[in-house]
């Protein structure tokens, strides 16, 4: 009996529907009555009796641009309400559509809105706040349990940024030209320097370091890098993209086409092979067994000799190639004629083959490859010599070197000739995410360790996202 095979497909992402519903968890439930609420609260007020998908396209941007200007406010609980409708608007307005068709249409056209208005940016902004709240950070740390209390603006933050980076990502038929326009400038935005000089992807590896570091155990590090994969999907492309980068690579070298695609093979694969029932498994166990049991030392089969002796389908001709002198030599080499046993004459073993001259090779001295430095390396090395020597710094200047010595000079000289020049798009992730390469190593060892490194009454971090407000 053959198993089924299991409804999986080889790729980068599931259907919109499933990507967007593995956003949530089921204790999140709640919150999108919440995120409704909040929404009509605000939107009554400016409405004034009307629906969402009742106002026009230039009321649609004026609520959105009220809801930018509230998102600047100080007031915190304040901040997290305007989020939170903002959330729903990406959600779909869910509460005014009739079938799933209408909640996505409603949510793909809610996020191009919101990013023509400028909300991600801006959310940036709170995201950059929220991962710098050290008093947050040290009061997650005290508590024995991290819950979901302990993460709602980050979570509606990341639910926002994750809901319009998919919808915007995923190309359909019907978009219209100005959102084939507005998914390019985001692709370029997201793979650009946003916050502080560093691309969006390299923000989100830092959330990652510091949840693995255990200076911040309340991020929701499923949300997190869940961002991050959609996030570096988009801007870099997936195994499509990949595909044509080898095939263009080895056509601009010469070189033949590769056989295969890999990735079509794997696709067609199975998904998996598991037994047909437990009894196949426990024989198949049994067997192991018995094959342990009756391994022993080979012996001559003389068996097999005695068995081609009484075959009577065996043909003359067999016979007479075992007749074969080479054999009958080899037969005699185990025996000796007691006539040469005492003297056996050996022949002379050969000579050695005459090795061609080998080419002395002088390998340079040092590494096969150059370091690389960053800008920011440049400019960090420069303010902390201006404040030794001089006592204030300049900035972003790395030209200005007067007040320095020499030995300085030459180490800026050096540093720039072995600056890193971004050629390609992942460049600008991997020359900005080497600095904290050696903390990002350090994930899978962290998190083994998490369970041995508290106490036995407390939860693991990454529970975090699934754990209710109030815990029993």
Same mark, same amino acid.
């Not at 570096?232 to 492309?237: D, S, V």
């Not at 080895?250 to 067609?268: F, T, Y």
């Given at each position: ?95 005014? #559509? ?38 947050? #950070? ?73 949840? #693995? ?217 991997? #020359? ?41």
């Amino acid at each position: 009996m053959e198993s089924p095979n299991l409804e999986f497909e080889y790729g980068d992402t599931d259907t919109l529907t499933a990507e967007l519903s593995e956003l949530y968890s089921y204790t999140e439930e709640p919150e999108f009555a919440l995120n409704r609420d909040y929404f009509e609260e605000d939107f009554r007020s400016h409405a004034r009796g009307k629906r969402w998908i009742e106002l026009t396209l230039d009321e649609q941007r004026a609520y959105v641009m009220s809801l930018l200007d509230a998102l600047e406010v100080t007031d915190r609980d304040k901040r997290l309400k305007v989020a939170r409708a903002i959330l729903y608007l990406a959600q779909g307005v869910f509460d005014e #559509c009739d079938t799933e068709v209408d909640v996505l249409h409603w949510s793909r056209h809610n996020v191009f809105l919101l990013y023509d208005m400028g909300i991600f940016t801006a959310l940036l902004e709170l995201l950059s706040m929220e991962i710098d709240n050290n008093q947050a #950070c040290s009061s997650a740390v005290r508590k024995p349990a991290i819950s979901l209390a302990d993460s709602t603006e980050l979570r509606v933050l990341l639910s926002i940024m994750y809901l319009m980076v998919e919808t915007v990502r995923v190309q359909t038929e019907d978009d219209r030209p100005e959102w084939r326009a507005a998914r390019e400038a985001f692709k370029n935005e997201l793979g650009s320097p946003l916050y502080n000089g560093e691309p969006f992807a390299l923000l989100l590896f830092t959330m990652v370091t510091k949840f #693995c570091s255990m200076n911040a155990p309340h991020f929701p590090m499923k949300k997190v890098l869940l961002l991050l994969w959609k996030t570096i999907l988009f801007t870099l492309g997936g195994f499509e993209e990949l595909q044509e980068m080898k095939v263009r690579g080895r056509e601009r070298l010469n070189l033949p086409p590769l056989p295969e695609d890999s990735i079509k093979v794997v696709r067609a694969m199975r998904a998996a092979s598991p037994p047909a029932s437990a009894m196949e498994l426990i024989e198949q166990q049994q067997q192991q067994k018995r094959g342990r049991r009756s391994r022993r030392p080979l012996v001559k089969q003389d068996s097999l000799d005695t068995y081609n002796e009484r075959d009577p389908f065996k043909n003359d001709d067999a016979r007479d190639e075992e007749e074969d002198p080479e054999d009958t030599d080899s037969g005699i080499e185990g025996e000796v004629d007691p006539l040469d046993r005492d003297v056996i004459i050996q022949p002379p073993p050969p000579p050695p083959p005459l090795r061609p001259p080998t080419e002395r090779v002088n390998f340079p001295k040092g590494l096969p490859w150059a370091p690389k430095v960053r800008e920011k390396d440049i400019e960090h090395f420069l303010e902390t010599s201006r404040n030794k020597f001089i006592g204030f710094t300049l900035g972003n200047d790395i030209e200005t070197l007067v007040g320095l010595p020499r030995p300085i000079h030459e180490s800026v000289k050096t540093l720039k000739q072995v600056s890193h020049r971004v050629a390609f798009p992942s460049s600008v992730i991997q #020359c900005n995410i080497v600095y904290y390469l050696c903390q990002i190593a350090l994930l899978k060892l962290l998190l083994a360790a998490a369970p041995t490194s508290k106490a036995k009454t407390d939860s693991i971090n990454i529970l975090a996202d699934v754990l209710p407000e109030e815990m029993p």
